[in-house]
């Protein structure tokens, strides 16, 4: 699968929207923006993911799974397991009553179980779904690669499942994890999923992608889908993030601005760390509030500053900039010192097949 670094631009958006959630709730909290940044992460984890697993052609079935199965440990698992061991040596509470679930990444199901709510692993419930997603869905492709319409045909179902199990509540004993457990989030991966599978294996409608009408009202429909809370939302917001996916990576944007945005240097390589900003960027708060801020500015007199007296009450001006540059600070650090290193790992444990089979002739649409 060919790179597109506007795909790293739409990490840095989501990691914002995230970050605009969690360190400002007061400005942001009538639109979904950590919300729908997760479920953005989400679309993209399930697009790359399958691109990647359908690329390995005729690989034996065995060393495709260990080989996206270690390039994955080497990604992921490093500094998740490096923020556990900082928090535990710091006698987290959470993390000292919950490791093996935390060890596990089942932490999202004990977080609902035992109303865990404001601890340092809140967000991780997010990495819990993406793991148990990669667990069962690299065996389904690997097993059903040559088999297009079946794969996608079993996608769907399972989206369509995900879906029902989170608007209705079809399976009871399930409900009370409809917002962290992994079937009543499985349609924005799946969704993400099934836009790699078409993209591989389908004729493209260039005319629908290229079509500035439709952009605009994809950006139209994101933004009622933002300040709404529709029963159809989370497949509105699957789909909007596909398409813009598939925009980034394929095709240009009508509207210039947006590609030069998504592709800006700056913003691409923010994306690129966007794993270690958001795994650190809570852990951060939570700590440097309690032991740093909070104390500092009780003790600033702010009944003597007259009308900027409200500001005691608005400390997410300053939170919001300040948590924001200690997650970027930490993330580049950890992301060239950590991280990188152990990336090159990968070509040399688990290469990548050097000559993927290219994708059959592609099948027009019905």
Request: charged share 15%.
């Amino acid at each position: 699968m060919k790179y597109s670094a506007r795909i790293d631009g739409l990490r840095f958006v989501a990691i914002t929207l995230v970050f605009c959630d969690h360190f400002a709730s007061f400005f942001f909290h009538r639109i979904s923006a950590g919300y729908y940044g997760v479920e953005l992460f989400f679309v993209i984890s399930g697009y790359l993911i399958t691109s990647i697993l359908l690329d390995s052609g005729n690989t034996p079935f065995g060393k495709a799974y260990l080989n996206f199965m270690g390039r994955r440990t080497l990604r992921i698992f490093p500094i998740y397991y490096l923020m556990l061991a900082i928090l535990w040596l710091l006698h987290d509470p959470v993390v000292h009553e919950f490791l093996l679930f935390a060890l596990t990444y089942t932490f999202n199901y004990a977080s609902e179980y035992y109303h865990i709510t404001h601890s340092s692993l809140d967000h991780t419930w997010s990495l819990c779904v993406e793991e148990q997603f990669y667990l069962f869905w690299p065996l389904i492709v690997l097993l059903l690669r040559r088999l297009p319409r079946v794969l996608m045909a079993v996608m769907i179902g399972i989206v369509v499942l995900g879906f029902c199990q989170l608007a209705f509540g079809i399976f009871p004993a399930l409900s009370p994890y409809n917002h962290g457990g992994l079937l009543s989030r499985i349609p924005a991966l799946g969704i993400g999923s099934l836009g790699a599978i078409y993209v591989r294996h389908f004729t493209m409608p260039d005319r629908f992608f290229k079509n500035l009408g439709i952009e605009l009202a994809m950006i139209a429909l994101l933004c009622l889908f933002l300040v709404t809370d529709l029963t159809i939302k989370p497949l509105g917001l699957a789909f909007i993030s596909l398409y813009l996916i598939l925009k980034a990576s394929k095709y240009d944007f009508r509207l210039q601005f947006l590609s030069k945005f998504l592709a800006n240097p700056r913003v691409v390589y923010i994306g690129t760390i966007s794993y270690g900003l958001y795994l650190y960027h809570l852990p951060i708060s939570l700590y440097f509030s309690k032991y740093i801020f909070e104390p500092i500015w009780s003790k600033i007199p702010f009944e003597e500053w007259g009308r900027l007296s409200a500001l005691y009450y608005h400390r997410e001006i300053i939170q919001f900039p300040l948590y924001s540059l200690l997650s970027l600070i930490l993330a580049i650090f950890s992301f060239r010192y950590i991280e990188k290193p152990l990336l090159r790992l990968k070509d040399r444990f688990f290469k990548k097949p050097e000559n993927p089979v290219p994708s059959e002739q592609k099948m027009t649409q019905g």
